[in-house]
């Protein structure tokens, strides 16, 4: 839902951009907003300042990853699952590259994908990345996606 609009005025659409849901009953769930994160800087201080990213974070795509993957291994700890929503998703980098876009998505799909095929059993877990907001922007944040 876009900042200011009601529930009757625009439906939210879900976009799965990794996992498919943790399948424990025992679920954290972390709130992102899109509408916060329109260039990669911003999005680098939103995401350390509401996943508690360490103080060392360099604000680059490496140090993103690291900081994500240390973040999604301590908050399933003891087999929790982890679920990640980004609301007003169109919003995400719109005032940035496209390049980045695709960045970030690599990197969220890639932790999934690593949490979830852990070779060491106590590292595995279940998460879901999702993306919200109205049909429209979300279709246009597909598109400014490669083959999107």
């Not at 060491?120 to 999702?130: H, K, Q």
Request: charged fraction near 25%; hydrophobic fraction near 40%.
């Amino acid at each position: 839902m876009r900042h200011g609009e009601s529930m009757g005025e625009q439906a939210c659409e879900i976009w799965l951009v990794a996992g498919t849901g943790p399948a424990t009953s025992d679920v954290g769930h972390h709130w992102l907003d899109g509408a916060r994160c329109r260039t990669k800087r911003s999005l680098f201080e939103h995401w350390a300042a509401r996943l508690s990213f360490p103080g060392y974070f360099s604000r680059n795509w490496d140090a993103f990853a690291d900081c994500l993957a240390d973040f999604t291994l301590a908050d399933t700890a003891g087999g929790t699952g982890l679920v990640l929503t980004v609301e007003n998703a169109g919003d995400l980098l719109a005032d940035g590259e496209d390049a980045d876009l695709a960045v970030l998505v690599e990197v969220l799909r890639d932790t999934v994908e690593d949490m979830r095929s852990s070779p060491d059993p106590s590292g595995r877990a279940d998460i879901t990345v999702e993306f919200s907001d109205t049909p429209a922007h979300l279709a246009k944040l597909r598109r400014r996606l490669p083959g999107g």
